[in-house]
């Protein structure tokens, strides 16, 4: 499996229960459809050779995760050794998007510059919050992590294909 073929959905955080449901973090702005009723998924993990494929049978959101029921599994001794591991789809399947909306992964990686051209760091992770969402920007000075609300006033312009985002830097960000 490799970034190239395949695209992020979400990570298999624990068991729920014991009837074989899992919590999975989210890492896909689309978990209705996703997670929905006969989606399929592969699951990667460090001890499988080979994605395993699984299907939805059902699911329900919980707080900051999803509770997710795979046909395959019945119960927790079959979902237990999968903790940890990635639920990722086929690029191929990616939901298609509205002009001026992206892809976690295209926005990964991007350097951040200011409208004034300062460059102030890479987008290391993206931060799924209830008002809007916050990129984690690594400093190019390697200091602290910088916290760029993803917000009009904020940023100005994203362009995935030349990987960089333009910013309006305002007092606070540091």
């Not at 014991?18 to 989210?26: A, L, S």
Request: charged residues 30%; glycine residues 8%.
């Amino acid at each position: 499996m490799n970034e190239q073929t395949h695209l992020l959905v979400g990570q298999v955080v624990t068991t729920h229960g014991i009837r074989g449901e899992v919590r999975v973090y989210p890492h896909t702005d689309f978990p209705e459809v996703r997670f929905a009723q006969g989606s399929r998924l592969l699951l990667t993990h460090p001890d499988l050779r080979e994605p395993l494929p699984l299907t939805v049978e059902k699911s329900r959101p919980h707080k900051r995760v999803v509770i997710v029921k795979f046909r395959e599994w019945d119960d927790i001794n079959q979902a237990e050794p999968y903790k940890g591991g990635k639920l990722v789809v086929e690029r191929a399947d990616a939901v298609d998007l509205d002009e001026g909306e992206f892809y976690f992964h295209e926005i990964i990686g991007c350097r951040v510059v200011t409208t004034e051209g300062r460059h102030i760091g890479t987008v290391r992770e993206i931060l799924q919050l209830p008002a809007n969402d916050v990129w984690v920007v690594a400093p190019s000075d390697g200091g602290k992590d910088i916290l760029i609300p993803y917000i009009d006033d904020v940023v100005k312009e994203v362009d995935p294909e030349s990987k960089q985002v333009v910013i309006q830097w305002m007092e606070g960000l540091a």
